[in-house]
């Protein structure tokens, strides 16, 4: 009876057309109503609710989101963004539908830097689709593309998705970040063969080959903005920071280089640029805090287990269990947006996964994989409605340009699923 309480509030919220945090909170009031008209808690008290309201944003692990949000506002306004897209430009631009292998690369380094799958579209949709169009590439193939490339932001280091699940789960936000530099990677090729795959039918002249004196000269300029993912995983690796401190080093090392070696940011940006970093980290930490709510109500009410009696058939095979989880979580992303689903399924899954004996690191990420894969599904899809607004596309062409890269990621997904040492090795490995 629970979980009807807790999906029919949750639900009727939303379809209310109530924000999801505020639905979040809905649904914490109404399951605290029923347990203690059911004798579960010995009272309704709405104090508790204020002060696991507070407590779910007191955690020192959340500052890593403004900064590494204030670090993608800095490389995008300073000029790592755009020295990146011409660094990948001068290497396989000259390729057969070379502009597309140019998202491709350009995306899986913007990962590494800023962990915001929105930023790093709205930033590589900006560049490239005119250029792109330009040169007679089909702009919905095109978009679909870039949004694909985009969602790897989520996956590799630095993650922001990673730092709220982390925290949601009490799972080690090192491990996880390192854990997911392979699939990240993965999930590049895996788009780059699709690419490969569709290009072909694009008539469209490639580029020429930039001479070698020119790429290195390139290359030479977009040292710096390399850099960063070498800085911050590295410091993490070898102990000299944590994330939380990593993501102050981002800020501050793309402020530094976008100031001073670019000179494209400038002084009067940055009360601009602080604004929108934190206007987005109100909405995130706003939405934990709420979600936080409806945790420590998820846990008291039981509700895990109720979920673990429903996945009770699946569980005495990990990798059936794992493939069941994702399947619903693939159903459940068309549905939510990113964040609210990690927060929502996080306390109601790890019971589960923990019960069942499979790593906490290996399955967060890729339960952080598959629900950025659910942005760049309608009617929801965030990355996918960005990359409209640029393109000036509709979501139904948006979708079927990206339908190729959405069933590579898919492909990508489900093979980690049934060979999870792709993921466990890697991390071993890292963590030498």
Known sequence: MTVTIFVGSLLGAMALGMPIAYALLVCGLALMAFMAATGMLPAFDSQILAQRFVDGADNFPLLAVPF????????????????????????????????????????????????????????LSALLIPMMRQAGYQVNRSAGLIAAGGIIAPVIPPSIGMIIFGVAAN???????????FPGILMGLAIGIAWWIVAKKENVQAAPRMPMGERLRVTGQGTFALLLPVVILGGMKFGVFTPTEAAVVAAVYSFVVGMFVYRELKLKDLYGLVVSAGKTTAV?????????????LITVANIPDEVAKLLSPFAHNKTLLMLVMMVIIVVIGTALDFTPTVLILTPVLMPIVRQAGIDPVYFGVLFIMNNAIGLITPPVGTVLNVVCGVARISMDDAFKGVMPFFIAQLIVLFSLVLFPDLVLVPLQWLMR
Do not use: C, P, Q
């Not at 506002?73 to 430009?89: P, T």
């Not at 995130?284 to 420590?296: C, E, G, N, R, Y």
């Open 171 to 181: 799972v080690s936000i090192t491990k996880l970040f390192l854990a997911g530099i």
């Open 68 to 123: 590494f949000l204030l670090a993608g506002e800095f490389m995008n306004a300073g000029g790592l963004s755009r020295r990146i897209v011409h660094l990948a430009m001068a290497w396989v631009g000259h390729f057969r539908g070379g502009m597309g292998y140019v998202a491709v690369l350009a995306a899986v380094i913007m990962a590494s830097i800023s962990g915001s799958a929105v930023a790093d579209t709205a930033a």
């Open 284 to 296: 995130v930490m706003f939405l934990v805090a709420a979600a936080m709510v409806s945790a420590w």
